[in-house]
Every structure is written in C-alpha cells, then in structure tokens.
Nanobody, 116 residues
Framework: QLQLVESGGGLVQPEGSLRLSCVAS????????IGWFRQAPGKEREGIAC????????NYLDSVKDRFTISKDNAKNTVYLQMNSLEPEDTANYLC?????????WGQGTQVTVSS
C-alpha cells in the first residue's frame, strides 16, 4: 500500500509563494501518474496539476497554469508543487494522489491559507 504525505502548506500573504511536497513510502514517480488536488470548504475537490510517469508535459487547471509548477524527484520519491502569485481564492486543503488508471492512493493533505 503506497502512502503519501504532503507538507509545505501554511499561511501566506497574497502574491506570496509556497512549495508543497508529496513524499511517498516507496518508488512511485516512475510508475504512476501523480496529481495535485485541492478542496476548499463548501466546494468540490478539483484537480489542479498532474504529471505522468513518462515525463510528458504536465497538465494544469487553467486558473493555475501560469502560476503553479509540478515537478518530481525520482530519487527522493517526491513530487513538488511550486505555487507563485498566490491569491485568496487558492485557499484550500491541498492533496496529492497517485495511480495508473485511477488515483488510488491519496495523502491527507496540507492546508494553504492565502490572506493578508
């Protein structure tokens, strides 16, 4: 059973930056598609970025495309989400997930709050 643990969230002012990390209990970046999702209170969970195991171009939600970057370090079993120019609307619990056909493995999430 693959376990995922997110970290790096926190309170940041608008226009600030954060880098989230998702560390897996085993090798996963070479075997799974990995995605970052977020869920804000009262809203549905949405996928914001994903990267495949074969290093094709990542995919992004339009609203984050020019601000967020997903990347991975195979040697560290870690996937990152660099978030720049954060907006209050980005406030949410951010989760990473991994899978092949579907996202079968999920972390617990890390809270990101964007506020002045």
């Amino acid at each position: 059973q693959l376990q995922l643990v997110e970290s790096g969230g926190g309170l940041v002012q608008p226009e600030g930056s954060l880098r989230l990390s998702c560390v897996a209990s085993g090798a996963f970046t070479n075997y799974y598609t990995i995605g970052w999702f977020r869920q804000a209170p009262g809203k549905e969970r949405e996928g914001i970025a994903c990267i495949s195991s074969v290093d094709v171009s990542p995919n992004y939600l339009d609203s984050v495309k020019d601000r967020f970057t997903i990347s991975k370090d195979n040697a560290k079993n870690t996937v990152y989400l660099q978030m720049n120019s954060l907006e209050p609307e980005d406030t949410a619990n951010y989760l990473c997930a991994a899978g092949r056909v579907a996202f079968n493995f999920w972390g617990q999430g890390t809270q990101v709050t964007v506020s002045s």
